[in-house]
């Protein structure tokens, strides 16, 4: 089974500074698709990134940008220019075959001013 | 602007009771999800549904069952409510898309706490 680590349970960053959240999973599959989910307090999670396993360009969205490595099997978020809406609970997700995610841990991210 | 709308914020229940999560999504998604949110466990899958009156479970069905009578409304029921599943209940739906990328819309939660 496909599992998905995220090693940091929290993380801080000061208001304009870059910040970068971990992620890593396991699995046999050659074709996948990453993603990065943001849980803001009291709000509905979003998507906020994701990636293809087959391209090997690194996805990026206005201020948050993926380093994949698919051979480590690692997939981190940076979020560049951190602002206080960032303030979140990040989760990295897994999609296996057949549309269904296997989710991190999550990692909560503080936004200092 | 709601497009995933879960009927109970918050719920408080006995032990032994019978609890209805309903969930309902305007968006003509042919895919719902069910998951329950742990602190430091992350999402967990409890059932999904491709379609109408289809169901698969999930990581950790065992308790729950689910029904799924019209295309745009997914219940998770626990017939009989155990402290253990005190949690956070997450609803979400997806497209059926050819790009293959299962981007899930979600909806505000359900907080269920079990006495």
């Known amino acids: 089974a496909q599992t998905v680590t995220q090693s940091q349970p929290e993380m801080s960053v000061q208001e304009a500074e870059t910040v970068t959240l971990s992620c890593t999973y396991d699995?046999?599959?050659?074709?996948?698709?990453l993603f990065w989910y943001k849980q803001p307090p009291s709000r509905q999670m979003i998507l906020v990134i994701r990636?293809?396993?087959?391209?090997?360009q690194n996805a990026t969205e206005n201020r948050f940008s993926v380093n994949f490595q698919k051979a480590a099997k690692s997939f981190s978020l940076k979020i560049s220019d951190s602002q206080l809406g960032d303030a979140a609970m990040y989760f990295c997700?897994?999609?296996?075959?057949?549309?269904?995610?296997?989710f991190g841990e999550g990692t909560q991210l503080t936004v200092n001013p | 602007d709601v497009k995933v709308t879960q009927s109970s914020r918050y719920l408080v229940k006995r032990t032994g009771e019978k609890v209805f999560l309903e969930c309902v999504q305007d968006?003509?998604?042919?895919?719902m999800f069910w998951y329950r949110q742990d602190p430091g466990l992350g999402l967990r899958l409890i059932y999904f549904?491709?379609?109408?009156?289809?169901?698969e479970k999930g990581d950790i069905p065992e308790g729950y069952s689910v029904s799924r009578e019209k295309k745009e409304r997914f219940s998770l029921i626990l017939e009989s409510a155990s402290t253990n599943q005190t949690s956070m209940y997450l609803c979400?739906?997806?497209?059926?898309?050819?790009?293959?990328?299962?981007?899930?819309?979600f909806g505000a939660g359900s907080r269920l706490t079990v006495l």
């Open positions: 990636q293809e396993a087959y391209k090997q």
């Open positions: 997700a897994y999609e296996t075959s057949g549309s269904r995610l296997t």
């Open positions: 699995t046999s599959e050659s074709d996948y698709y």
């Open positions: 979400a739906s997806s497209a059926t898309g050819l790009t293959g990328a299962n981007v899930l819309t």
């Open positions: 549904s491709y379609d109408v009156k289809m169901k």
């Open positions: 968006m003509d998604h042919e895919n």
